[in-house]
């Protein structure tokens, strides 16, 4: 296909690469009304930015389709992580390589002397990362001053990294005559503040919503118990067995935390943070692109710019902070006309937050419960099955020595021992505490509801006699269970499950009671194990059951239901009968308050 409104080599350039067609955000930029003026653009991740770009500067840096001799650059590209300065620098070669561009990347990692040389060789574009771009920016090694555009790639990125200094003195030392193009997944207010002091008229486009990148993700939410959440991982990592998965985790710690789990289990697993060096990064990277790593682990910030075509699922081990997010992290997968899938892990009392947010991003998931061992173990025979049926041509090395084993073995036992084999090349499945909430409208039968909501406490649910009672802000509306509330309230408080009472859950919280030896060391542990909202990653809080508080609620009238009160224990669960009072009760109090005559009271004191 030619792009007759493209220049020539831009256009060849294209059509070598096997483009038909150019995506919604290259189609903007280099619209008649887009020409020369400053562009402040968002658009989703994986929507051809880095082209778009090289599309939309083509008229400041080509003289009758060429490049002039390169003495000072002429454009500046800026990218958050050395991975997408990279990246860019590879789609800008091929995109200008009948241009004659030279293309210099500055980015920390690199020998900085080399880069120095190669600024001063005389570079047409420059790619970089901040931190690198500002230190040869101070040492004099880069030349800024016949700059003819500047361009901010993952604005939003940047800034929430602490670049904005950096970016600051980069763009001062820029003409003012420049175009600037700022390109953004999203637009809030400080990057709002940003395109407003280094921008002039720009022109705002937003292809959010309208890119065929997303079309190409298929959505998943599995509901779990928050104990369950690790659990659901590796069943879905051997579920889908991808060739290249990437799990998502807020905090390093997390990262951490989770692929120690995974390498424990046998998993070929690499970690991506912030506390990694650059070098450990590389590696990690290599080992994904080389198969010998199949499970990357990373944060938000640590995974942006990575491109890896082999990536078919990406898991959102805890939930994204808001829809953006969400989108950022998917876009991973799904890449040039690839499919991919995006599952989200929804922790039940979390549920109603992550339907928000897809509503709010207009993206249709699937929701479903969490595979199970045997869902793993079915999907393993399907593809044993599968991949032996499979045509195959023989070396004759390989049928003497199965005619070998024949003659040794029966064919049920070879089989049998092949499957083994390859089982034992597998981590094993999880078996989840909780197997997902009951089909909506299914009510249990009456003997099956008191085994759910008394047996698992036979043996240790019994109400202390000494005790402090505590509540957690879920209940049967969040599919509360003994379950799972039992492992969750031992991670918590760092307490054993035969140190947790009775268990007792309402529609909307759930009461249980600790001895009160230990109470004040399971509240601290609470505490500790909890984020500045008093909850935890699933969404659940614990708190000390507040005095006056009743158990079960209180009920309409006529209901016939007693009503206990909460403090240490409720008072209807305390050995013996109630004291009774009112006037006239045998050892009741009610003389205690009886007024006296006016003579028998006592005189008012002096000063009174």
Request: some cysteine.
């Amino acid at each position: 296909m030619t792009f007759d409104h493209l220049p020539p080599v831009l256009s060849d350039a294209l059509a070598a690469r096997g483009y038909e067609g150019l995506t919604p955000v290259q189609a903007h930029v280099i619209e008649p009304e887009a020409k020369g003026r400053d562009l402040l653009v968002s658009a989703q991740t994986g929507s051809g930015k880095t082209v778009a770009f090289g599309l939309a500067m083509a008229d400041e840096l080509l003289d009758d389709g060429r490049l002039p001799f390169a003495t000072a650059p002429l454009a500046l590209i800026v990218a958050p992580t050395r991975e997408l300065a990279l990246q860019v620098s590879r789609e800008l070669g091929w995109l200008y390589a009948k241009a004659g561009a030279r293309i210099a990347t500055c980015v920390g990692g690199m020998d900085a002397s080399r880069e120095r040389r190669t600024l001063n060789q005389g570079a047409h574009i420059v790619v970089g990362t901040p931190g690198r771009l500002r230190d040869h920016l101070e040492r004099g090694a880069l030349d800024l001053e016949s700059l003819r555009v500047a361009v901010l790639d993952e604005a939003d990125e940047m800034l929430d990294m602490g670049f904005r200094e950096d970016l600051e003195e980069i763009l001062d030392a820029t003409p003012a005559t420049r175009r600037t193009l700022l390109f953004s997944a999203t637009i809030p207010k400080p990057i709002a503040q940003l395109a407003k002091r280094y921008q002039q008229g720009a022109l705002r486009i937003s292809t959010v919503g309208e890119e065929r990148g997303h079309g190409d993700i298929a959505y998943q939410v599995v509901t779990v118990a928050p104990a369950d959440i690790e659990g659901a991982v590796i069943n879905l990592l051997r579920l889908h067995e991808a060739e290249t998965a990437m799990l998502f985790c807020a905090t390093r710690d997390n990262v951490r935390r989770l692929h120690a789990s995974l390498v424990e289990r046998g998993f070929a697993a690499v970690a991506l943070s912030g506390e990694h060096s650059q070098n450990e990064r590389n590696h990690a990277l290599q080992a994904l692109r080389d198969r010998r790593a199949r499970v990357c682990v990373a944060t938000d910030v640590a995974a942006r710019g990575i491109d890896l075509p082999s990536l078919s699922l990406v898991v959102h081990v805890e939930i994204p902070r808001d829809a953006e997010t969400l989108q950022h992290r998917s876009g991973r997968t799904g890449r040039a006309g690839k499919k991919g899938t995006a599952v989200i892990i929804v922790p039940y009392p979390r549920r109603r937050r992550v339907d928000g947010m897809l509503r709010g991003a207009k993206i249709e998931a699937e929701w479903m419960n969490a595979p199970t061992a045997a869902d793993v173990r079915a999907r393993d025979q399907e593809r044993l099955i599968e991949k032996l049926l499979a045509p195959q041509e023989h070396e004759a090395e390989d049928m003497e020595l199965g005619q070998r084993l024949l003659a040794e073995r029966s064919p049920e036992d070879i089989a049998a021992a092949l499957v083994r084999a390859h089982r034992a090349t597998m981590p094993p499945p999880e078996d989840l505490i909780d197997t997902g909430p009951r089909p909506r409208g299914e009510r249990p039968e009456r003997g099956e509801r008191f085994e759910r909501d008394r047996g698992d406490r036979g043996q240790h649910r019994e109400q202390f006699d000494d005790s402090v009672w505590f509540k957690l802000n879920i209940g049967r509306r969040q599919n509360a269970d003994p379950r799972w509330i039992l492992p969750l309230l031992c991670r918590r408080g760092h307490v054993t499950k035969h140190e947790i009472g009775a268990i007792r859950i309402g529609p909307s919280e759930t009461l249980f009671n600790i001895p009160l030896a230990i109470a004040d060391r399971f509240a601290e542990a609470v505490q500790r194990t909890a984020n500045q909202d008093g909850e935890d990653d699933s969404g659940v809080a614990i708190t000390p059951a507040p005095g006056g508080a009743t158990w079960p609620p209180r009920r309409e009238k006529g209901a016939g239901a007693p009503r206990a009160t909460l403090g240490r224990a409720p008072s209807g669960d305390r050995a013996g009968p109630r004291k009774p009072r009112g006037p006239g009760a045998p050892g009741g109090n009610s003389d205690r308050y009886k007024p006296k005559p006016y003579g028998q009271r006592s005189p008012r004191k002096p000063g009174k």
